[in-house]
């Protein structure tokens, strides 16, 4: 089975602290994935990676940025977390195929 | 630009009735499809996907999908809701090259299920 970890389940931050958040895969996928989720919202795409060191923006990346050093982990980067970053985050991986695997969620709020 | 639309937010159904949660796209292409449940706290899990061939798609615990390319409508259905069902459904679209689909997501249905 695919398997996709993300490093916490329940995340407290302060306003302008930096907040780093991890996600392995374990299936050798190509791509990965950050989403934010929100309330009526469904999920956002914040950034993407079809590969070792290459990142694409998604359709929200303003405030976030990304590192991909090897090919099973993406980190998502908050440089100076604000209160309207508080949300679910979602890490997905993906093969060639477009089939993507979830980790669980993040859940993070900055107060 | 794909589009993803579930038009119902809340759907209420009684266990063991049938359940038919609506999915609508936009894309210009043929399209890939899946439909996604995500528990209370949890992830999203794959329920089923369309790629190409049968219209009809199997999936896991129960559910299947019609792709119907003239209504541009992917529909999940279950004949038989259990309340283990009680979650909320995504319905995305793929979008891009075949060397990697970004998915557009719908807004989601939450399901409940009554007694």
């Known amino acids: 089975d695919v398997k996709v970890t993300q490093s916490s389940r329940y995340l407290v931050k302060r306003t302008g602290e930096k907040v780093f958040l991890e996600c392995v895969q374990d299936m050798d996928h190509e791509n990965m994935f950050w989403y934010r989720q929100d309330p009526g919202l469904g999920l956002r795409l914040i950034y993407f990676s079809y590969d070792v060191k290459m990142k694409e923006k998604g359709d929200i990346p303003e405030g976030y940025s990304v590192s991909r050093e090897k090919k099973e982990r993406f980190s998502l980067i908050l440089e100076s977390a604000s209160t309207n970053q508080t949300s679910m985050y979602l890490c997905?991986?993906?093969?060639?195929?477009?089939?993507?695997?979830f980790g669980p969620g993040t859940r993070l709020t900055v107060l | 630009a794909q589009s993803v639309t579930q038009p119902d937010i809340h759907i209420t159904v009684s266990e063991g009735a049938s359940l038919e949660l609506r999915c609508n796209y936009s894309?210009?292409?043929?399209?890939?499809l899946f439909w996604y449940v995500q528990s209370p706290g949890q992830g999203l899990q794959l329920l089923l996907k369309?790629?190409?061939?049968?219209?009809l798609v199997q999936g896991i615990k129960g559910f299947e999908a019609e792709f119907k390319r003239s209504q541009s409508s992917f529909n999940l259905r279950k004949p038989s809701v259990h309340w283990s069902d009680a979650a909320e459904y995504f319905c995305?679209?793929?979008?891009?090259?075949?060397?990697?689909?970004?998915?557009?997501f719908g807004t989601g249905t939450r399901l409940l299920v009554s007694p």
């Open positions: 894309y210009g292409a043929t399209p890939y």
């Open positions: 997905a991986s993906s093969s060639q195929r477009g089939e993507q695997f």
């Open positions: 369309y790629f190409s061939g049968d219209t």
């Open positions: 995305a679209v793929g979008a891009g090259n075949t060397g990697f689909q970004k998915l557009v």
